[in-house]
């Protein structure tokens, strides 16, 4: 069964600084889908960045950057700038490429904490 | 906006009283999920509809059903919710398309049961 571990319950950062939080991932599959999702307190899951295990490149969004090392089955995401508006639990999710509607594996999250 | 909207916000049931939360959504997406969120938890899924075909997690406990009766709609049904059902409960979609099958979830409905 895959399994999904974050190992940093909580991180915390300054503004305009660059944090990064660790996922590492087990799985047998050669294909699958690597996902970061940011959950404000109270507020809804929105999608961070998500990565193809086929694509070589890092993904990137904006601030948001991932390096997604296949073979050690790593997929770490860097916040760049850090904005207090990024104060949120972010949890990293597999999903393997075998059929519809198969369930997200969430890590246990990360609370991101961004002081002033 | 296309979105995922989920209704009520907060529920307040009593112990043992049925209780039905909602979810809606202007995507078109065909597959729709409900997962469980226990607090500071990552989120667990209870079970999804694919277009109409219903499929269950083997440890989603019977007093959790599920109704899917449109593309648009889906219902989450607790039949005798107890005090261990008192959670978020989230709403997400996907279009089933190998390249494009992210999952968008919704604002959630937090269940608490007196």
Redesign the interface.
């Known amino acids: 069964a895959q399994t999904v571990t974050q190992s940093q319950p909580e991180m915390s950062v300054q503004e305009a600084e660059t944090v990064t939080l660790s996922c590492t991932y087990d799985t047998s599959e050669s294909d699958y889908y690597l996902f970061w999702y940011k959950q404000p307190p109270s507020r809804q899951m929105i999608l961070v960045i998500r990565q193809e295990a086929y694509k070589q490149q890092n993904a990137t969004e904006n601030r948001f950057s991932v390096n997604f090392q296949k073979a050690a089955k790593s997929f770490s995401l860097k916040i760049s700038d850090s904005q207090l508006g990024d104060a949120a639990m972010y949890f990293c999710a597999y999903r393997g490429d075998n059929q519809a509607g198969t369930a997200l594996i969430f890590g246990k999250g990360t609370t991101l904490s961004v002081s002033s | 906006d296309a979105m995922v909207i989920q209704n009520p916000r907060y529920q307040v049931t009593q112990f043992g009283k049925p209780v039905t939360l909602s979810c809606s959504q202007t995507l078109n997406h065909?597959?729709m999920?409900w997962y469980q969120q226990k607090s500071?938890?990552?989120?667990k899924?209870l079970f999804?509809?694919?277009d109409k075909d219903f499929?269950n997690?083997a440890d989603t406990p019977d007093n959790f059903q599920s109704r899917r009766p449109n593309t648009s709609f889906c219902f989450l049904d607790i039949r005798s919710p107890g005090l261990g059902d008192a959670a978020m409960y989230?709403c997400?979609t996907?279009l089933?398309d190998?390249q494009q099958?992210?999952?968008?979830?919704?604002?959630?409905t937090r269940l608490l049961v007196l």
Request: proline share 8%; charged share 15%.
């Open positions: 065909n597959v999920y500071s938890q990552a989120p899924l999804h509809y694919y499929n997690e989230l997400a996907s089933r190998r099958e992210t999952q968008y979830f919704g604002p959630g």
